[in-house]
């Protein structure tokens, strides 16, 4: 039995594999910070039952179940989180999760609930073993097979005429992502992979494959009645929205000769490398959303532009750009003003020493603590705390 647990919170990742192991000491348990993290664990190798926080870096667990259903049909889900809200229950059991587990976690709840969803995966791996390996063998094959043929590789002795006979007519839909060389887009790999095959699987027939590390492949078959424009359109606002780096769609007209494959998914790569790329409009909201409320949660810890930009995936300078247009204020500037602001409220408890304060909110030198203080406020920490009256008029940035 293979269990995933994704929770941003390393005390809650590892909580729950040690009451796991000490009950099912046979079970192996996977821990992931992230939806990146969790997208990768399941892609290289088999996962029976996810446990997800709501809240984590990049894309949160009830997204993240969403479009991984299509993908993982059979895997049993059970949400984590911190809010008792009900409406975050009722979306989650919406979405097809087992069970909504509030933190703390309580470790006969959580083993109980383990051995009910692996007695359930049992039952349900023994009834379709066969059928499933026959299903996932041929699809395997068929996508590697059009992966070759689309690269123009020599796909040996293969007849594809059988092969693709359930596709007389066709289209071919390329998706390139814009990533930096260092950067890990096997999230947004995930993503595309499981929005473009739920939307073919809606309006027709077909498959999608990964051509490289930056871009993917789909072919479909539409229904008669279904426009290729209907399917395009509803494909880029989901991209629009889950997404967090910028993309390209780019897709050829109506085909019916597969040994056309290559000289178009050719032209795609020269339109990919000429052409503009695509911003995020909602997924960018998302993103700093996100970001906002990681900072706040973070805010005396490292918050470097770049390491919150990671956690969002995007890129530094365009997650920079989207901060002030969203938050109309400035990255440095925002983080600034919150972490002087919880000063502010630690300055009127008389027992907490400067230092004690710097600390609190992410500063270790209670000299530079006191230099941003007074360039904020025109006034000392201590000037403040002796009840010294906050000036008006802008505040200004420094650091």
């Known amino acids: 039995m293979n269990i995933l647990v994704a929770d941003d919170e390393g005390v809650i990742r590892e909580g729950v594999q040690r009451t796991i192991a000490a009950t099912y000491p046979e079970f192996r348990v996977e821990l992931a910070a992230s939806a990146a993290e969790a997208a990768e664990i399941m892609e290289r190798m088999p996962v029976d039952i996810v446990l997800t926080d709501i809240l984590m870096p990049g894309m949160d667990g009830l997204e993240f179940m969403r479009i991984s259903q299509r993908k993982y049909p059979n895997v049993k889900w059970v949400v984590i989180s911190a809010h008792s809200e009900f409406a975050y229950a009722q979306k989650a059991i919406r979405l097809g999760a087992r069970d909504y587990l509030l933190k703390p976690i309580g470790k006969p709840k959580l083993n109980e609930l383990i051995g009910t969803l692996s007695e359930e995966v049992g039952v349900e791996k023994e009834a379709s073993r066969e059928s499933e390996f026959l299903r996932n063998g041929l699809k395997y094959l068929r996508e590697a097979v059009f992966q070759r043929l689309a690269a123009g590789l020599d796909i040996g002795k293969l007849d594809l005429g059988p092969f693709f006979e359930s596709h007389p007519v066709y289209y071919v839909i390329m998706i390139a992502l814009d990533a930096g060389d260092s950067q890990s887009v096997s999230l947004e790999h995930f993503i595309v992979e499981n929005v473009l095959g739920e939307l073919i699987e809606m309006h027709g027939d077909g498959f999608v494959t990964s051509f490289d590390r930056k871009s993917l492949l789909g072919l479909v078959t539409l229904k008669e009645e279904v426009p290729f424009d209907t399917l395009l359109g509803e494909l880029r606002v989901h991209l629009k929205r889950y997404l967090k780096i910028p993309f390209q769609l780019l897709h050829s007209e109506r085909m019916d000769d597969i040994k056309e494959v290559p000289r178009v998914v050719g032209q795609f790569r020269q339109e990919s490398a000429s ?57 440095k500037e925002y983080v600034i003003s919150l972490r002087l602001q919880q000063a502010k409220e630690l300055l009127g408890n008389p027992s907490l020493k400067l ?45």
């Open 275 to 331: 052409g503009s790329f695509e911003t995020m409009e909602s997924g960018g909201d998302k993103a700093i959303e996100i970001a906002l409320h990681y900072i706040k949660a973070h805010y005396n810890q490292d918050l470097s532009l770049e390491k919150v930009a990671s956690i969002v995936f995007l890129n530094p300078v365009y997650f920079s750009q989207l901060f002030k247009q969203k938050t109309g204020q400035g990255y």
């Open 355 to 399: 230092a004690e304060i710097a600390e609190r909110i992410g500063y270790q030198d209670v000299r530079h603590f006191t230099q941003v203080f007074r360039k904020k406020y025109n006034m000392t920490p201590t000037e403040y705390r002796m009840g010294a009256r906050t000036p008006t008029g802008d505040d200004h940035e420094g650091e």
